[in-house]
């Protein structure tokens, strides 16, 4: 419109003149692609590549190493903004009372985002949980060296978890300048085809992001990972889908490197556990020694706490890992001789009443199949156990011991040597391992989704007379493959059997009867 009110031109024309223009910048972007679809120095990708979570690992483990104090500084910012799928800047302006802690996470709350200038959006936790299994990108263990390394002062350093004035342009630096070019780094990035200048700080963000959401076939919903990232999603979808915490632990247990296809998803973090007073008063007086500045906070005294159980827990790794003069073992907890022997009788990652949020229903089943292989395995080798003293010759007669029936007399008559009661205990315990094993199989097949199976299980109470399996006389029904007789009324004691068995009957029939497969009758 200015070039209408400059040299006074019709609107009318004005609209045909903007028509041409339109069609010329369309002709121009197409030329302009085309040739760059030729050109062998053009960038295919726009901005920053993101960070591949193999180079995440590799940064973290070289941060760990190092014997320069900024960069264990480095590495914490890092993997809080990395878990946290958060802006450098966002991460810098983090404060104490921004955290918080509760059940089996930890909890942070970012007051200013891009795209919520005003403070406008409801203000919701991003959970960020403890990896366990993968030490050197745990964030709890990256906080407790941190806070063993520079130390918990929350009222000098204005209650900033990174003290300072430029925190952000201080870890770029690190990152871009320090890091990258080292020479471990650049080795990993050439094998996974990268270059320095391929990454910034922005890529971590990426990275987290595309990792969550494409790292696993079995990854959190799309929604979640924009909620927790601060994306926007459209009119409706910020309307309507909403932050759940549930979805939102799913994407922390995902963040921090869990396996998704393990039971280990579900783990829980270390802590010390209590059983009494006295513990308590042990385990205070050590943290009244290493952290003098907590004390009346009681929330950041919980923060300290759990992120101190994870360097006890992690002790070996860090002494296997890290250089034997780091700085870390010159602070006050790996100098005082009884500290860490003290604190490792009372830490634990059993649950003691706390739950494993975040987790996923197959997870769940993981769990129960790995107590199984636990299980069978012991059956296993008390089996061998049991044929390698049954191969043993008697002292009496040299016999094999599994050759005898019950008692087995000596050649004077004189002796008998009893194995029948070895024999029975061993059956007893053999009852007992394939009961617990069957109770957990039942339990499994009761989680399943086949429709057949369930209906079965629903019908096993109902009145013989409503079954819809039941019938006062045989009849047979046919399908499409072969004819299958229906059982008559009373054959199968349906209300006595577990869950495997009717799930073996209804998809293998029952052997004793000849009966077929009862997920061929129809109507079922």
């Not at 994306?231 to 998704?260: F, N, S």
Request: hydrophobic fraction near 35%; charged fraction near 20%; charge should be positive.
């Amino acid at each position: 419109m200015y070039i209408v009110h400059l040299y006074d031109v019709p609107v009318k024309e004005f609209h045909e003149i903007e028509q041409v223009l339109t069609n010329h910048f369309v002709g121009l972007k197409k030329k302009c692609n085309r040739q760059a679809a030729k050109d062998r120095s053009v960038k295919v990708t726009v901005g920053k590549d993101p960070l591949p979570f193999t180079i995440y690992q590799v940064l973290a483990k070289e941060m760990l190493c190092k014997m320069d104090r900024e960069f264990i500084w480095g590495r914490t910012f890092m993997i809080i903004s990395w878990n946290l799928m958060s802006r450098s800047s966002n991460t810098a302006g983090l404060l104490y009372n921004h955290m918080d802690f509760a059940n089996d996470a930890f909890q942070f709350y970012i007051i200013h985002q891009k795209n919520d200038q005003a403070g406008d959006k409801a203000r919701d936790p991003k959970h960020v949980y403890a990896n366990t299994t993968n030490p050197s990108i745990c964030p709890i263990l990256s906080l407790g060296i941190y806070w063993l390394m520079f130390p918990v002062d929350h009222s000098t350093s204005g209650g900033r978890l990174f003290p300072g004035t430029s925190q952000y342009e201080r870890f770029r630096k690190l990152f871009s300048q320090r890091l990258l070019n080292d020479r471990d780094v650049l080795t990993a990035l050439e094998n996974n085809g990268l270059h320095v200048g391929d990454l910034g700080t922005h890529s971590i963000r990426k990275g987290s992001a595309t990792y969550t959401s494409s790292g696993t076939t079995s990854g959190p919903s799309i929604s979640a990972i924009s909620l927790r990232a601060g994306w926007k999603m459209g009119t409706i979808h910020d309307t309507y889908l909403r932050y759940e915490a549930a979805a939102d632990q799913q994407v922390g247990r995902k963040c921090c490197g869990l396996p998704t296809d393990k039971p280990e998803f579900a783990a829980l973090p270390p802590m010390f556990w209590c059983e009494n007073s006295e513990t308590r008063k042990e385990i205070n007086a050590i943290m009244d020694q290493l952290y003098p500045c907590i004390q009346g906070n009681a929330r950041l005294r919980r923060l300290v706490e759990q992120s101190l159980a994870s360097v006890i827990y992690h002790e070996k790794f860090l002494r296997e890992t890290m250089p034997t003069n780091h700085p870390l073992f010159q602070t006050e907890l790996f100098i005082h001789e009884g500290f860490i022997a003290t604190l490792k009788k009372f830490v634990t990652t059993e649950a003691h009443g706390r739950v494993a949020t975040g987790i996923t229903s197959h997870t769940c089943l993981l769990k129960e199949m790995a107590e199984i292989k636990v299980e069978m395995a012991k059956i296993k080798g008390m089996i061998q156990k049991q044929k390698e003293q049954s191969r043993m010759p008697c002292q009496r007669c040299h016999r094999p011991v599994g050759a005898h029936d019950g008692t087995v007399t000596s050649v004077s008559g004189s002796t008998t040597v009893e194995t029948s009661g070895r024999h029975e205990d061993s059956m007893g315990i053999f009852h007992q391992m394939f009961v617990i094993v069957n109770d957990k199989v039942d339990t499994i097949l009761a989680r399943s989704q086949d429709i057949g199976a369930r209906r079965l299980v629903n019908n096993l109470n109902r009145d013989e007379e409503n079954d819809v399996l039941g019938s006062s006389q045989g009849q047979v029904v046919s399908n499409s493959r072969n004819a299958t007789t229906k059982p008559q009324k009373g054959t199968f004691p349906w209300a006595q059997m577990t869950t495997r068995c009717a799930y073996m009957v209804y998809h293998f029939g029952h052997a004793d009867t000849r009966k077929g497969p009862f997920k061929r009758l129809r109507g079922i």
